[in-house]
């Protein structure tokens, strides 16, 4: 890919973009609906996708009800979605040849590159996962809000 000018600085996004972790998210949620006995109906959760959890919040509510108790249902999927990232986080595909700056595709060595997450740092970081994904060493330049 040309690019119009130099680029400066590439920034990768780990969520969804690097990782699969949309749709390990995507089964957790679910999981967690069915285990309590709430119809998911998969239309209605992508369109949650992207929003604040306010947002998410507020949209559950309106579907459930007022008497819904998110914090706990999404506490559960949160819980789920751990042990599902143990087992399954992945890659997605061309992912290391975009990380290699030896890749035509990248700009030269010298322009600077970190990858960012909504993820907490310490869980984004973890090097368990990170070794498993083979991308062990860009952690250092991972950014993180939490």
């Keep these: 890919m040309k690019l119009p000018r130099q680029a400066r600085a590439v920034i990768f996004d780990m969520d969804g973009l690097m990782f699969n972790t949309e749709t390990l998210y995507r089964d957790a949620v679910v999981a967690a609906a069915a285990e309590a006995g709430h119809d998911l109906p998969l239309p209605f ?3 949650t996708i992207g929003m604040s959890i306010e947002a998410t919040r507020t949209t559950f509510g309106e579907r459930y009800g007022k008497q819904f108790d998110f914090d706990g249902f999404w ?5 789920l979605y751990s042990g599902i990232v143990k087992l399954q986080l992945c890659l997605k595909t061309g992912v290391v040849e975009l990380l290699d700056c030896h890749a035509p595709s990248l700009p030269p060595r010298d322009t600077r590159t970190c990858s960012v997450t909504s993820a907490r740092k310490a869980c984004a970081t973890d090097s368990r996962r990170l070794s498993r994904a083979a991308i062990m060493p860009v952690a250092n330049r991972i950014r993180s809000p939490f």
């Design 75 to 79: 506490a559960a999927a949160s819980t």
């Design 45 to 47: 959760y992508l369109s």
